[in-house]
């Protein structure tokens, strides 16, 4: 299937010339992250902070589910973003990377399983934590659209 741009140059060998441009990589360095990563890891602390203070104040038997998913998903974020990182700056996907990159699926599903079959943990509070990205990326999503009108 090729998809046309108008200039009879396809859509996809654009891409491929702009990741492939020496530019591409420009300004990455080996542990910086970006604003925008770094704002929504801020963000994401920031709510799973206030998530886990509100389940304290309030005195729900949901603190240990709402931090267990909130953990899981700051450590998912935090590996996916440094896999992200290393793939445009090595611009290959290696083994190695891709393996850890998977396993982090598995150590997430073995942390779930075992909080709701072994521990007890109610769903609705792990679903809670774990729900902490969305509202992040809302937030996120609301301030830039704030910042910068269409």
Request: with cysteine; aromatic share 10%.
């Amino acid at each position: 299937m090729n998809i046309e741009k108008g200039e009879d140059q396809p859509l996809c060998s654009e891409v491929e010339n702009s990741i492939n441009h020496p530019s591409a990589s420009v300004g990455l360095s080996e542990a910086a992250p970006s604003g925008q990563e770094r704002r929504i890891y801020i963000l994401l602390l920031a709510v799973s902070f206030l998530m886990i203070l509100c389940t304290a104040i309030l005195k729900l038997d949901y603190l240990t589910g709402v931090l267990i998913g909130c953990l899981l998903i700051i450590l998912n974020f935090h590996w996916t973003a440094r896999f992200v990182h290393n793939l445009i700056r090595v611009r290959k996907v290696q083994a190695m990377n891709l393996i850890f990159y998977l396993s982090k699926f598995a150590f997430s599903a073995f942390v779930l399983f075992g909080a709701l079959i072994y521990f007890d943990f109610p769903p609705l509070a792990l679903l809670l934590g774990l729900s902490n990205i969305v509202i992040a990326v809302m937030i996120y999503s609301v301030i830039t659209s704030i910042r910068n009108p269409a």
